[in-house]
């Protein structure tokens, strides 16, 4: 197996490659609006500092938000194409699923939720339950106003650090980790970890900011 893992929903691309074994590379390149400009070049140093080729790939994974409509497409549509130009397999994953599990990894137990960006002063949420047997995401994802959160419990993600007045003091982590994700998919696919993988189709929550204009009416005489 060589599982190429991308995630564009948070800001800037994260990027990595899995052996099923374990994370061969993994890096975070560009900003919020450089998705298209940055990912691909990435992808390609990403197989090449692991000496690894294209050929090689027999999996992708991407994240499908919930996140901002320009990068999710971006991510979406370079993971769907590579994995059919390569003969490869393509998962997708809840990127606030890859956050949650990071979480985890990093040694939060229990309940938990997490918050990220969401734009228009917005958080995008979903809740959680660590234990031993793994995460488990038990509400969510949803969309709302900070304000309108229920903060019983630990909060992580980049929300913490928009709206700490709200959600708590800042609290990583904050962006995706595209080693995460890679880890979250090969024991997904193993039957382990709690989590599930969905189809690799963006995870719109609200419509997009921007919409195309309407129909020009027509001039009469």
Same mark, same amino acid.
């Given at each position: 197996m060589l599982l190429l893992a991308l995630d564009t929903a948070t800001d800037g691309v994260a990027v990595a490659l899995h052996d099923g074994e374990r994370?061969?590379?993994? &890096?975070?390149?560009? &900003?919020?609006?450089s998705h298209n400009e940055v990912l691909v070049p990435t992808i390609a140093a990403v197989?090449?500092?692991?000496g690894r080729e294209r050929t090689d790939v027999t999996d992708v994974a991407v994240g499908v938000g919930p996140g901002p409509y320009t990068g999710l497409r971006v991510g979406i549509v370079t993971a769907r194409s590579l994995a059919l130009a390569w003969g490869a397999r393509v998962h997708g994953v809840c990127s606030l699923d890859a956050?949650?599990?990071?979480?985890?990894a990093g040694g939060l137990d229990g309940e938990f939720l997490v918050a990220t960006d969401a734009r228009r002063r917005e958080v995008h949420t979903a809740r959680y339950r660590a234990g031993a047997e793994g995460v488990r995401? &038990?509400?969510?994802p949803d969309v709302g106003a900070p304000a309108e959160v229920?903060?019983?419990?630990?909060?992580?993600?980049?929300?913490t650090r928009l709206y700490p007045d709200v959600l708590g003091a800042e609290r990583g982590p904050l962006v995706v980790d595209g080693g995460a994700l890679a880890q979250l998919?090969?024991?997904a696919l193993a039957g382990r970890g709690g989590l599930e993988l969905v189809p690799p189709e963006p995870l719109y929550l609200r419509r997009p900011d921007a919409t195309e204009p309407g129909a020009r009416k027509r001039v009469t005489a």
């Amino acid at each position: 197996m060589l599982l190429l893992a991308l995630d564009t929903a948070t800001d800037g691309v994260a990027v990595a490659l899995h052996d099923g074994e374990r994370v061969l590379r993994s &890096t975070r390149a560009g &900003t919020a609006r450089s998705h298209n400009e940055v990912l691909v070049p990435t992808i390609a140093a990403v197989l090449a500092d692991a000496g690894r080729e294209r050929t090689d790939v027999t999996d992708v994974a991407v994240g499908v938000g919930p996140g901002p409509y320009t990068g999710l497409r971006v991510g979406i549509v370079t993971a769907r194409s590579l994995a059919l130009a390569w003969g490869a397999r393509v998962h997708g994953v809840c990127s606030l699923d890859a956050l949650a599990a990071q979480a985890a990894a990093g040694g939060l137990d229990g309940e938990f939720l997490v918050a990220t960006d969401a734009r228009r002063r917005e958080v995008h949420t979903a809740r959680y339950r660590a234990g031993a047997e793994g995460v488990r995401r &038990t509400a969510g994802p949803d969309v709302g106003a900070p304000a309108e959160v229920r903060v019983d419990v630990p909060v992580v993600g980049s929300g913490t650090r928009l709206y700490p007045d709200v959600l708590g003091a800042e609290r990583g982590p904050l962006v995706v980790d595209g080693g995460a994700l890679a880890q979250l998919v090969v024991d997904a696919l193993a039957g382990r970890g709690g989590l599930e993988l969905v189809p690799p189709e963006p995870l719109y929550l609200r419509r997009p900011d921007a919409t195309e204009p309407g129909a020009r009416k027509r001039v009469t005489a």
